[in-house]
């Protein structure tokens, strides 16, 4: 449950310790699994969470409650920054430009239907980080290409590029997962 009801924010703006710990405990689940979508470890996706936590309590009192999922909305978009901050840092978002890429037969593929969110979510995480982190921002958080470009500081055509061939590369992850559990069917 990622709601936050105005009197329990009201309580950690008065520092109650035991209400930062409840809010943290659920919401801290949904968060890792934010991160970990955009950075592929948990490792770093636990370091982000703690890092985006405190940043949020040092500014709660400058929390402006608007309906109970604000809060979560607000955190996740610390998060989102920490995420792409901890990958620009390591200089490895591996962008190619749309100069580069080949055509390619994108396949069509029923296959996503048949999968668990947690295994869709592994395949995620083995993408390239360049190609990740643009599937992430545009087909999960909805960011349109001209606002991805601006985050990452690249240009919109290498976007599209990095989404289609995210797309490209999971519809091919998940058509050879199912045809492995296919054969071991058999």
């Known amino acids: 449950m990622r709601d936050v009801q105005l009197s329990e924010i009201r309580q950690c703006q008065t520092n109650d310790s035991k209400m930062v710990g409840v809010i943290f405990k659920r919401l801290h689940p949904s968060l890792i699994s934010l991160c970990y979508r955009y950075l592929g470890n948990t490792d770093d996706a636990e370091d982000v969470v703690m890092v985006s936590w405190m940043k949020v309590i040092q500014r709660i009192q400058d929390f402006k409650f608007e309906h109970p999922l604000s809060f979560y909305s607000y955190l996740k978009r610390i998060c989102i920054h920490e995420c792409l901050n901890l990958l620009r840092s390591k200089n490895n978002f591996n962008l190619i430009s749309l100069h580069n890429l080949s055509e390619l037969d994108e396949p069509f593929s ?66 050879k997962l199912n045809e492995e559990r296919k054969a071991n069917e058999r």
């Open 110 to 175: 029923d296959d996503i239907h048949q999968l668990d969110t947690k295994i869709l979510l592994e395949i995620i995480s083995q993408l390239p980080i360049g190609y990740r982190t643009v599937f992430n921002l545009f087909a999960i958080e909805g960011h349109s290409h001209a606002e991805i470009a601006a985050m990452l500081q690249i240009a919109e055509s290498t976007s599209k590029t990095q989404f289609r061939k995210a797309r490209l590369a999971l519809m091919q992850s998940i058509h």
